[in-house]
Structures are given as C-alpha cells and as structure tokens.
C-alpha cells in the first residue's frame, strides 16, 4: 500500500508539473513583471521561484514573469520567465541596443533590475555603468511610458580572482540613489531596492558572487515589498495578438513570429507544438532565410546552420511534448534591408 501511495503521489505531482508547463500564458488583464540582470536573475536565479511563490500565496495570482529566456530549474513550480543573462554588462546591452527586442516581445509593466555586476567586476567606473542604465531606462519608457522600475543595490562581491571587487560594488551601489532620484519620474517612478544591505558572501554566496540558498531568500525577501507596492495602480498593457506563418509536417507545427526588430537585428520566436495524438520524444525545425539573415544568439534550441539553411532540434529539457502541448524558443538574429519572414518546418 505505501509503494502505490507513493507511485500515486509522484504521478499526481509529476501530472501537477506537466499540466503548468503546458498550461497557457497568463490572462491579458495579468500584470507582466520582468526580472533583468545577468546570472544572478538568470542561472537558475532561483530567488525568482521564492517571490514568485510567495506572491501566489498572499494573493498576488493576476501576474506574469516575462522574459525571453526559459525556466534554468530550481526545484519548485514557477513562472521562470526572464531575463537574466548570464557574463552580460549593462553597458554592452546598452551599447548594443539589446533591450529594446526583449521588451517588444514581452510588453513588461514592471522591471526588476539586478545589473551592474559584471561591470563591476571589469572595473568600469560607476557613472558609466549609471549611464547605461539611464539608456535602459529611456528604453522602457519608450516600451511603457508608465513602467515601474525597481532597482537593485546589487549584493555584495568578493570574489577570489578581484580583491577590490568589494570596494568596487560599495562605490557602485552608492552612487545610485542619487542617479535614480533624478531619474525618475511621476508617471514612471523608479525605487531604489537595497539588496547589499545583510547580505553576507561568506554565508550567502557559493563562491563570493552568486547567491546560495539562503542568499536567494534574502534576494526574494528584498524585493517582495517593493514589487507589491509598484503592483499597485498598474494598468497592464493589452495582449496584441502577432502575426504568424505556421506550417504544417508531420505530427508537429513550427509557427513563426518576428517578437521584434530594429537597425540590422530583431528577434523571432518559433512556437513547436505537437499536433498528433502521440507523445513526442524530439522534434526539428527548419528553414530557410531569403536575405541573408544570419542567427547569431539563441535559447531553447540547440542551432546548426549552413548558409541561409537553418536547423534547431530541441534542448534535453524540451523536447518532450504530450498531444496538443506546445514550447517555444527564440532567437536573435542580423539582417541587411529586407528580413522576409521564414517558414519553419517541424518533424
């Protein structure tokens, strides 16, 4: 009897996990919050699964996690939507103008900023790494003239390799209360959220920088107070229904949509989802560029390419896909004058 209790249990659970997966995206009254930064809100990043949690269980439920980047694990059901990239500056997605594709394919309402560290880290000097965030910001603004932006105070460093990396954050980290007072505004107000302040490397951090358990309980912690207080008042953007091209072979389709473009780049995002009555184990896309466009970053997917001729087969986590159940993964990618939408292809 306990060896059926248990086989119950972990189907029940494993049910409760596939039926989230594959469940379909928040309603379009949902209030979409994005977490930015790098690894820190990004690989796993699992202080995103605490709030997440914790905001569902004091009835905070009419909201959505956006991001182009998937789920990276942690353990527990979550909307693990982000947008944190792992080694990135703030001041190369500043420079290179990333920001804007990733908020034309996710329409956030509120931004969680955790940025600065990697620039810390390479010793680029406090106003130029508030400059940058002042160019991501004006970018949201043109996103969602009333974004709500929390900013963090980023934890503390200290690591092996970087022995001012400490000073260094304390110089950053108290330059920017002043920044985002001037900064913001009535209409898109921006909140200073003190992550440094208790956060100790040696308890919590796993090697000087990246938070452990208990450094993710403190992160979640910080930032729940105020990511309650921006909730209120938001006024969610509508849901715009994309235009898509979806193909039909075999027991799967591939459906394209352009999430966004600007001066020689834009993102696309593939939607596979399983339209046979068997499960999938794998699945390929392909297609065909018309102007040359080349892929040059993508997530979701493993790529391999030869001239215009694109291919992506599944990652290990999502290649697994019941009847009528869907992934999506995404790309960025350059062009030069026209960019003709492709046609994907699924098997």
């Not at 709030?51 to 004091?58: E, F, R």
């Not at 603004?141 to 304390?170: F, W, Y």
């Not at 992550?195 to 090697?207: E, I, R």
């Not at 849901?239 to 591939?254: H, I, L, Q, R, S």
Request: hydrophobic letters at 35%; a neutral charge; charged letters at 10%.
């Amino acid at each position: 009897m306990r060896k059926t209790s248990g086989a119950l249990a972990a189907f029940l659970a494993l049910a409760a996990v596939v039926m989230y997966l594959t469940a379909t995206p928040a309603s379009a009254a949902a209030i979409r919050i994005m977490p930015l930064g790098d690894s820190i809100t990004g690989s796993p990043g699992c202080w995103r699964a605490l709030l997440w949690n914790k905001l569902q269980s004091t009835g905070y439920t009419d909201i959505d996690f956006v991001g182009t980047l998937p789920p990276q694990g942690c353990g527990v059901a979550h909307d693990g939507d982000n947008e944190g990239h792992g080694g990135y500056l703030a001041t190369n997605v500043a420079n290179q103008n990333l920001l804007p594709g990733w908020l034309s394919a996710t329409r956030p309402d509120v931004v969680m900023m955790h940025f600065g560290t990697n620039d810390v880290w390479s010793n680029i000097p406090p106003a130029t790494i508030l400059g940058a965030l002042t160019t991501l910001v004006n970018q949201m603004r043109a996103s969602n003239p009333a974004m709500k932006i929390l900013v963090a105070k980023i934890i503390p460093m200290n690591p092996s390799s970087c022995a001012e990396c400490g000073q260094r954050t304390v110089n950053f980290n108290n330059a920017i209360p002043a920044w985002a007072s001037s900064t913001s505004t009535a209409q898109s107000p921006i909140t200073v959220v003190d992550q440094w302040t208790g956060f100790n490397t040696a308890s919590d951090t796993y090697d000087g920088v990246h938070p452990n358990a208990a450094g993710d309980q403190k992160m979640s912690d910080k930032w729940y107070p105020a990511l309650v207080n921006a909730l209120s008042g938001v006024t969610p953007t509508p849901t715009v229904t994309p235009t898509v091209t979806p193909t039909t072979e075999g027991g799967c389709t591939a459906t394209y949509r352009n999430a966004g473009q600007w001066q020689g780049g834009f993102q696309g995002e593939v939607t596979v989802k399983n339209t046979g009555t068997a499960p999938m184990s794998g699945w390929t896309v392909r297609w065909t560029f018309a102007n040359g466009q080349q892929v040059t970053q993508i997530w979701g997917g493993t790529l391999s390419a030869s001239g215009p001729n694109v291919t992506v087969r599944n990652e290990s986590w999502n290649g697994s896909l019941a009847p009528g159940a869907s992934t999506t993964f995404g790309f960025l990618a350059s062009y030069s004058g026209t960019n003709t939408a492709p046609s994907p292809t699924c098997s």
